[in-house]
């Protein structure tokens, strides 16, 4: 698991994107996200308890509180904001502003969680965001939209905070009742957004339907669980560098699946960032021992 866990995981988070780009057209963005994390956390629940003791619902009760705000944060307002943003800017400057979850979760788990990097993972970190740059390049336009660029930011803010409050209080918990209180308390929080300040539509189609199965069923409870799988065998700051390569596995995903066009800025920085991925990665460990 803690070599193919990665690699799942990219490919998973990666895909998010394809099927965002193709089934939110139909559907309100926050509805849509409620809806795939109520229904997610609805599959969860009877099997957290099918799990017996390792459904770990007796951390829950010390616990939930941690948990609740580590998912609204990672889940709910991150994606919330995310999609607030692109109303204003592109996918790619929003992958563009997303490059900077991994180092400031680097720079930021030092002072809070303890853990130290080496000049080489430094390095890698530096070589995956400017992929990502090359990926997503630099739209002057975009940068000008302030109200979008700061929703970006602060989408990038929530699942930084979300990610280190959860290794800082959460990384104990049993995983399937810690994505279940988490998409719970995500899908309340974005209920409560969506009937707040969304006009709600849903337009049934096909590909609608098939993107919210693939984004609940491949994200919600299988991209995430790997996520925090991830973060209780790892430093957060080496299991959020794994987002330097899903900007452009999304391009090769979209060349290949919707037929979009390939550029070969789009391969020239999907393979700086699989380097700086590898820098990062191919330290056997950070110099906390974790």
């Not at 709910?76 to 904001?81: D, E, F, I, N």
């Not at 700051?237 to 550029?263: D, H």
Request: charged share 10%.
């Amino acid at each position: 698991m803690a070599i193919f866990a990665p690699l799942l995981f990219v490919f998973l988070w990666s895909g998010a994107f394809i099927a965002v780009r193709a089934g939110i057209p139909d559907v309100s963005p926050i509805a849509f996200l409620a809806a795939r994390f109520s229904l997610a956390a609805l599959i969860l629940l009877p099997i957290t308890f099918l799990a017996g003791a390792h459904g770990g619902w007796r951390d829950v009760r010390r616990l939930w509180p941690h948990l609740a705000v580590s998912g609204i944060l990672i889940n709910g307002a991150y994606l919330s904001a995310a999609y607030w943003a692109m109303l204003d800017i592109t996918a790619a400057t929003m992958a563009l502003i997303g490059s900077l979850q991994p180092l400031m979760t680097a720079f930021l788990s030092g002072p809070l969680l303890g853990d130290r990097f080496r000049p080489m993972q430094w390095v890698g970190f530096a070589l995956g965001t400017a992929g990502v740059a090359v990926v997503a390049g630099l739209n002057i336009i975009d940068l000008g939209n302030v109200e979008g660029v700061l929703w970006g930011f602060g989408s990038s803010v929530c699942f930084v905070a979300g990610t280190l409050y959860y290794a800082r209080f959460c990384k104990a918990s049993a995983l399937l009742t810690t994505n279940c209180v988490q998409l719970a308390a995500a899908a309340a929080f974005c209920w409560l957004v969506a009937f707040g300040f969304e006009d709600i539509h849903v337009s049934a189609t096909t590909v609608s339907l098939w993107s919210f199965f693939y984004l609940t069923f491949g994200v919600s409870l299988g991209g995430m669980g790997l996520y925090l799988f991830m973060l209780r065998s790892g430093t957060a700051g080496r299991v959020t560098a794994n987002f330097y390569v899903t900007p452009g596995l999304t391009a090769v995903l979209g060349w290949l699946i919707l037929g979009e066009t390939l550029s070969p800025n789009a391969l020239a920085g999907f393979a700086l960032a699989m380097l700086g991925l590898w820098l990062i990665h191919g330290q056997r460990e950070s110099l906390n021992g974790s």
